[in-house]
């Protein structure tokens, strides 16, 4: 039934984001609109097929609409907005991680170079804040500016954790509560936000804005403790050889911050020096005898309970509210 | 009497700066907010005493309220706005161009790094949006909203000119019709928006918006290529040894570039590899000879022109109205 609904919407996603792409005055810079439609997986440029996200945001948005008894259709503006803002933060976030692949293709700082990719990324910004324009004639004025609001806190909060995720790379040791502070903002405001504003869009009141808003805080949080979780014992970084283990990269996740505040044997072996692809089998183990392998999984429980909690909240009785659950239980069953 | 409307207005545009940059969400980063207190001159950081730059732009915002019989402090957010839009730009255009100072200090990047420095740069870009908030208090939901097209439109504008920009510093040899296109995104756009948004606070028609926005597009034209004249013939690069005339810097300014169509011996010149220091007074007297000075001159008095006509036909026979033609002269007598 969600596949359903994802499949009805995702035209009308993708036909919103080519029409604010397609922004009159951004016609006088065709090279820079290339760079865009590369980005957002609409240009070929002789590369093979192109993955162009999951566009999770949007479809939470439209969801969120629905669950309040809105129409998708209205919430288009909104969900086009979240998308541009998300894949904006990309286009930042690897040149800032010297990250040379996306989505199995060159970066745009890659392809581009520093200068044009930090500016493409800027243009991308003003066109997530544009999108939003729209909402004024598919719900009201009222609703495009209390949506604007959403989206530049967010912003704040996005660039906020990032500015803390780079601080902290230098660092060898973090505090948890740095820790939560960070994925709230680089993770969690967005999805957050993409509820409250399909709840805008869709006529909710504050309070159930609020609620909404709480249950996409929550489902970002989970969502990235149990990547955490992936990034030690996922499938891919248990083969004992794995040079893509978190431990071998050196991420300052929460099973290794939690074993870094007790200080035990695997803090000791985390401070001695990088962590070899070798040794991942026995450090991990490691990690599992300090209790930080169950730590996180309680903090993964604790946090979709709230999250569920929240969105009972809302109440949200309708198709709508009973599909955002089939996503939400869909995307937290990774942690079971 | 232009010094005495600065005078008792610069507090009062300081004060709503820092009121932007004091956001609440932004609290809980200090190391973020602390970055972009030095960029905008309150923090020292141990450095001598800081210029804050000339703050042109939120003075034109609120001569442009005046003008159209408003009162400037109502259009103190969007004055606010262009001057964080302005910083941000400055940030982000100082990685670009790897600017190691600004003002007299090091630039951001130069101090904490490109990845601190592009993601500061976007924290600034948000808060120029949060700016116009206010602007709802001060005069209504609906002038806050306006201001925001134009805010939006300026960027894309801004960033579309320097992706030219940045794009045209690989080709030796560029035509005029760039060159303008260039200048009206990076310079222009967000001198004429300033105007824009100051007559939207002020409660001006939109024919009256309208004219006072070709005013600040002429005043931003003019402004920059007197510049260009200033990067050939002024006093410091008129040495015959200077290092910083842009004859050696290479820049693709509009005396080189029009002796450069005309094809004259500059042309062969310029072609045949860079152009030493020693050779500036030789080089600068040929641009003489093929008419590029004159033409750059021309070119700025019908810019002074156009912008003046602009003003008058925007009919703002009132105090503030003379003092914006009393800054708009005294930006021009430049040319002089």
Not at 219 to 238: H, P, R
Not at 322 to 333: I, M
Request: with cysteine; proline share 2%; charged share 25%.
């Amino acid at each position: 039934m969600l596949n359903d609904f994802i499949r009805e919407v995702q035209p009308a996603i993708d036909a919103e984001l080519q029409f604010v792409v397609a922004h009159p005055k951004l016609g006088s810079y065709p090279g820079l609109e290339s760079i865009l439609r590369y980005h957002l997986g609409w240009e070929m440029n002789g590369e093979k097929a192109v993955d162009q996200g999951k566009r999770i945001r949007p479809l939470l948005v439209l969801l969120a609409a629905t669950a309040v008894s809105g129409s998708w259709r209205q919430a288009l503006p909104a969900a086009a907005a979240v998308e541009l803002l998300h894949n904006f933060s990309l286009i930042h976030d690897d040149i800032e991680d010297c990250g040379e692949l996306r989505r199995g293709r060159e970066t745009v700082w890659k392809k581009w170079g520093q200068a044009l990719a930090i500016n493409a990324g800027d243009t991308l910004f003003t066109l997530s804040f544009d999108a939003l324009k729209r909402l004024k004639d598919t719900v009201s004025l009222d609703a495009a500016y209390r949506s604007l609001q959403v989206l530049i806190e967010t912003c704040v909060q996005l660039t906020g954790g990032q500015h803390l995720d780079i601080s902290f790379e230098k660092e060898r040791i973090l505090s948890i509560d740095s820790y939560w502070t960070m994925i709230a903002g680089k993770t969690a405001a967005l999805l957050s936000a993409s509820l409250r504003m399909g709840a805008i869009a869709g006529g909710a009141s504050v309070d159930r804005e609020y609620h909404l808003g709480q249950f996409g805080h929550f489902l970002g949080l989970s969502f990235q403790v149990w990547d955490d979780w992936l990034g030690i014992w996922g499938n891919a970084n248990q083969t004992g050889k794995s040079a893509e283990s978190d431990l071998v990269l050196g991420k300052k996740t929460l099973p290794i911050l939690f074993a870094l505040e007790r200080g035990g044997m695997f803090a000791e072996r985390w401070l001695a020096g990088p962590i070899q692809a070798q040794d991942v089998m026995e450090v991990s183990a490691l990690l599992v005898d300090e209790g930080a392998q169950s730590f996180t999984e309680e903090q993964a429980e604790r946090l979709n309970q709230q999250a569920i909690q929240s969105l009972q909240a809302a109440k949200c009785k309708t198709d709508g509210g009973r599909l955002l659950e089939e996503l939400a239980l869909s995307l937290l069953k990774r942690n079971k």
